[in-house]
């Protein structure tokens, strides 16, 4: 194109602006080629842990785990970029659809393969394509930092725990118990994680009833898997961590609304190690 016009004119009066042209035309290249990437870093540590407490519960690793692991985060790659167009939709962006579309591309052709090996994971795609259309909505109506948004977002992230369990799994029949068990799972992380949701806003608002009575409901919600058998007493136990973190948050929020944003993201991470560790040793 420009670059390449540049390359066959060789007079000397056209040398100047040419060699403008072809630097500006090799910059746009290089911007276009500059890969998409969330920065949502919190996000990172949800996919991360939610598809490792998956991997815990299935007890092993295969192949097949890190093609999960790799689909699971070019998907998340892709909502990210499609994000972006959409909230710069008064014109086309052709880096943030060329990279859409390659995540896109990656990420469905590692999810059909991984669905031809273990066709129950299409239950979780169709799950996972449905919270990607509302948050698409919310972010046009410019609400995607709208509660109930971030919780349907972390519960679409969360599904890499049912993901990861199921392809790390051998074979087997699909159950009553094996989809009741897979499901309570998936609350489980979701309870944990959407517990950072209501503790970070604790930082900007002065009441605290909110967190007080999620956290209250999702203890209920958590008891109520593991008398149902949903869960073993292990996986259920290792949610107190996620109510201790709560309870300290609140006898320091004093401390905890005024301290730099990183104290607080570290304070939500150890807490996700903590969880995992435990999950690992009790379940």
């Not at 869960?231 to 004093?254: D, E, N």
């Not at 401390?255 to 570290?266: D, F, G, H, P």
Request: proline share 4%.
């Amino acid at each position: 194109m420009d670059l390449a016009n540049g390359w066959e004119e060789t007079k000397a009066e056209n040398a100047p602006a040419l060699t403008e042209t072809s630097e500006l035309s090799w910059e746009r290249v290089k911007a276009l080629l500059h890969p998409t990437v969330s920065p949502q870093h919190g996000v990172y540590v949800v996919l991360l842990i939610a598809f490792l407490i998956g991997v815990v519960a299935a007890e092993y690793w295969n192949w097949e785990t890190t093609l999960a692991l790799v689909c699971t985060a070019a998907a998340m790659q892709a909502e990210h970029a499609f994000s972006l167009q959409i909230k710069q939709r008064s014109r086309w962006q052709p880096r943030f659809l060329l990279w859409g579309g390659f995540y896109t591309v990656l990420a469905a052709g590692l999810g059909i393969y991984l669905y031809l090996r273990r066709p129950f994971l299409l239950s979780i795609y169709w799950g996972a394509i449905a919270v990607w259309l509302v948050d698409s909505l919310a972010v046009f109506h410019r609400q995607q930092r709208a509660t109930w948004n971030e919780c349907l977002t972390f519960a679409a992230v969360c599904l890499a725990a049912p993901l990861a369990a199921i392809v790390s799994s051998p074979d087997q029949p699909v159950t009553f118990a094996a989809t009741r068990s897979l499901f309570s799972l998936w609350l489980l992380n979701v309870l944990f994680f959407c517990s950072s949701i209501f503790t970070v806003k604790l930082r900007k608002t002065q009441s605290v009833t909110p967190s007080v009575v999620y956290h209250t409901i999702a203890s209920v919600i958590v008891l109520s898997l593991w008398l149902m058998g949903g869960l073993s007493g292990g996986a259920a136990l290792a949610f107190t961590v996620v109510l201790l973190k709560f309870g300290w948050i609140l006898w320091h929020l004093p401390w905890y609304k005024t301290t730099a944003i990183k104290n607080a993201a570290l304070l939500e991470t150890s807490s996700a190690v903590a969880f995992l560790a435990l999950f690992a040793v009790l379940s």
